[in-house]
C-alpha cells in the first residue's frame, strides 16, 4: 500500500476502499474522499477549525430527537436537500415540480370532505384553495389523494402549540371528486422561519443570513398508476421569496392570492367577504 503524503491523500485513502463489495458504496466513498481532501487542501483547514467542526457536528446531532432533525435542517440551509430533491424529480416539464418535504408533516392528516375548513380555530385571513388533479395528457384524475398542511397567521404549525392551536389545525387529507377537483376552505398562510435556536441557527447568524422561509401550503398528491409529487404552492406578494432559507422556491409554484369582495361568492363558499382564492392544478406523471 501507498504510504500517505499530502500531495496523494486523497488517492490514498480512495484506495483504501478498493474492495467494497456493493460498487455503489465504493464510488460513493471514493468520491467523497476526494471531494473533502479537496476541500481539506483547497481552505487549508487549521486544527482548531477541524477541532470546532467535530464539535459542531456533534452538537448537531445531540439536538436531534423525535421531533428535532437538526441534521435535516443542517441539509435544509446548505441547499443539499433542495439538490437530492431536484435530482430524483426531475421533470422536464411534464409535471408539477417538487420541492422540500419539510419537518412539520410529522402527524397523519386527518380524512376531510371538499369544501370543509381546516382552519379549526377561525383566525386569519379567509382563502379558498382549490385545483384540479390531472395526468400530463390533461385528463382528470378522479380519486386523488390531496393531503395538505399549512402554517397560521402567525407562521406556526400545529404541532409547535400544543394546547394554542387545536389538533390538527390546518391538515387535512381530501379526496378529488369525479373531474380531479379539489376545494377547501383554509386561511393565508404567513412566511416563519426555521428552528434557529441551534446549531442551524448559529451558521445563519455568523453567516449574516436569515431563518425566514416565505408563505406556503404543503402538498403530496398521489394517483394511483401516477408518480406522487411532494410539493409547496408558495404566496406570490409573501417577503423572502427570493432568499428562502432552505432554497425550496421554483418559479412555476409561486400563485398570486387575490382578494374576492363578492359577498353572494363568499356565502356560496362558506366563507366570510372579502376573501382571498388560491387556485393551484397540479400534473402528475404517469409510473413507467
Ligand atoms: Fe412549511
Given at each position: 500500500m ?22 455503489r458504496?465504493?464510488?460513493l ?11 481539506v ?9 477541524w477541532?470546532?467542526?467535530?464539535d ?36 422536464g ?26 382552519a ?8 379558498l384553495?382549490?385545483?384540479q ?10 380519486g386523488?389523494?390531496v ?142
Open positions: 501507498e504510504l500517505f503524503s499530502e500531495e496523494r491523500s486523497a488517492e490514498v485513502v480512495a484506495a483504501s476502499f478498493v474492495d467494497t463489495p456493493d460498487p458504496l465504493n464510488q466513498m471514493t468520491a467523497l474522499t476526494r471531494h473533502l481532501h479537496a476541500f487542501k483547497e481552505v487549508e483547514l487549521t486544527e482548531d477549525e477541532a470546532f467542526a467535530v459542531y457536528l456533534t452538537r448537531t446531532g445531540q439536538l436531534c430527537d423525535d421531533v428535532r432533525q437538526e441534521f435535516i435542517l443542517l441539509s435544509d440551509v446548505l441547499g443539499v436537500s433542495m439538490l437530492v430533491e431536484t435530482i430524483n424529480h426531475r421533470t416539464g411534464a409535471s408539477t415540480e417538487s420541492t422540500v418535504l419539510g419537518p412539520f408533516h410529522m402527524v397523519q392528516s386527518p380524512p376531510r370532505a371538499l369544501g370543509d375548513t381546516i379549526l380555530d377561525g383566525k386569519g385571513e379567509p382563502c384553495v382549490s385545483g388533479v390531472t395526468g400530463p395528457d390533461g385528463e382528470p384524475l378522479p386523488a389523494l393531503d395538505v398542511w399549512q402554517a397560521n397567521e402567525e407562521g406556526f404549525y400545529d404541532v409547535q402549540q400544543p394546547g394554542i392551536q387545536p389538533e390538527n389545525n390546518l391538515r387535512a387529507l381530501f379526496t378529488a371528486d369525479e373531474q380531479g377537483r379539489f376545494w377547501f376552505r383554509s386561511i393565508v398562510p404567513r412566511y416563519y422561519p426555521i428552528p434557529d435556536d441551534g446549531p442551524v441557527g448559529q451558521l445563519l447568524a455568523a453567516t449574516a443570513r436569515h431563518a425566514y422561509r416565505p408563505a406556503h401550503l404543503h402538498f403530496i398528491v398521489t394517483a394511483p398508476g401516477y408518480r406522487p409529487v411532494t410539493t409547496h404552492v408558495f404566496v406570490a406578494d409573501s417577503p423572502y421569496l427570493d432568499s428562502d432559507a432552505v432554497f425550496g422556491v421554483k418559479e412555476s409554484l409561486v400563485r398570486d392570492v387575490p382578494e374576492v369582495d363578492d359577498p353572494a361568492r363568499a356565502a356560496e363558499v362558506g366563507l366570510p367577504n372579502p376573501f382571498r382564492t388560491l387556485t393551484f392544478d397540479l400534473t402528475l406523471r404517469r409510473l413507467e
